[in-house]
């Protein structure tokens, strides 16, 4: 891994203000680089800015300060090349499944044959090709995100962002995905950026684990898990990285909470 | 099973049944067709639809030209209404700018226009905007008075405001950060997620407004220089002391309104049947 990186991060920060006028500082002073091709998991404790992140990586929101470069660009606003998955329900559920995957070639002005069979093809990637006329509503938590997943790379991104997109999915389902994901990801070769707060979860898929500070989101360890593929939670390696995370996790939200206590204490 | 469903129909049509039981029973009993006419003297205007009344036409006549004037203030407002509503609930500082106006004309009663609209437009009618002056033209377009579809106008503008701002609001953030990433353009927000997001509550709106409008129209018709529609038929027919015709035109009100606001019903059942399901 020579090459430039194909996404870097610099001294980015974002100010939040809130409804009575004082400044919240919601992500300060993050820096990383992404190799190309890499799964990078980002963990960190609840409201640490991890999404807000992900957010301004994908031109959603812009910094206050510092500077995000795709392939030597400065991102602004959101460009194709970049994908992301959201943890919510995103999908249009007056539009079935197909009219779902096309509909970012349709934005991109795709003729229709050629964006559904582009679309179709996407869906048998994931086995969902018999569900192409189903709508959302239909499908189970889990296809959705099947669905979300196959429409963001419809567009054929090189980054794909992913906000905790199983979080909201029960276990079994989560496990299922994450192995799919892995699936693909080895199969297209993308770079991929994972938000979790599932230790698990992170260790399970990523190359490299960013752990965040609470708020405000400072990167406090990069750990690069040089486990082979496919996992296995008995490996001896996993018990002593998730004590690792875990044990940062814990301090940050024991600082947190004095934090909040302090401040509310302050108001008073 | 057939026990069930005679149960369901005997409770569908127990209140209508003993509505006119009473109102024979009244009617006999009261003796007086300009207090409560009997049953069958109004089911009899029923029954010859197209024969004149009172020297106004027939009623089916003056229910078509009604029509007319309900759709005319009502498609205006629509026309209006939604756009506005659209903007109003997607773009902040629009909102902020036009709500504490508009919000301070929605308690105004669309009667309590009258004296205004009068004093604005008179008697003056499509036909006095395209000068024509005699013709079949003429007696069409004199039947569209300014004054009558700006009072059903209003009536109907606010519900269909109010729903469509409500609509656009709370499309959900993540389908338009979703379409964002995409690569949808501004236009493409508009038409592909925000109009197709908040049309169940559009529609819903468009079937109440028409609900107000249709609500309006007596009193629009009541305005001076009418001379037709099924408002003004109740009117002279009171002045007459034909309650027989009265209720006859209580009762077409009635059915028509019913009969528009199913047509919707249908519409929301058969094009949102997704809005069911989301949670």
Redesign the interface.
Known sequence: MTDAPILRIEALRKDFKTKNGTGVEAVAEVTFDIPENDFVCIVGPSGCGKSTLL?MI???ETATAGSIDYRGETISR???E???V?Q???L???RHVLDNVA??P???GTPRTEREAKAMEYLRLVGMEDFSRA????LSGGMRQRV?IV??LA?DPDILLMDEPFGALDAHTRILLQKELLRIWEHHRKTILFVTHGVDEAIYLADRILVMSARPGRILDVIDVAMERPRHRSHPSYGPLAERILTILEQEAAASFRDTAAAQHGEE | MVKTIFVRAAVYLLMPCLFLASWAFMARHLDNEVILPGIGQVAELFTQPTESLIAMGSLVRNVAISLVRVLAGYLLAVFLAVPLGILMGYYGTVFRLLNGFVALFRPIPPLAWVPLVLAWFGVASLATLFNVERGTAYLYLNNLKFSMVFIIFIGAFYPILTSTIHGVSSV?S??L?????????ER?IFR??LL??SSPSIVNGMRIGLGVAWMCLVSAEMLPGSLSGVGYLITHAYTLARTDIVIAGMISIAVIGAFLDLFFRIVEKRK?A??R???
């Open positions: 957010r994908a031109g959603l959101p460009r194709k970049i994908g992301m959201f919510e329900y995103s249009l559920p007056w509909l970012g349709e934005f991109l709508f959302p509503h239909e979300a429409r963001a567009n | 959900r993540t389908l950060d979703s379409a964002r990433v995409l690569g949808a353009s493409d592909k997620i197709p997001a949102f997704w809005t399901l989301t949670r």
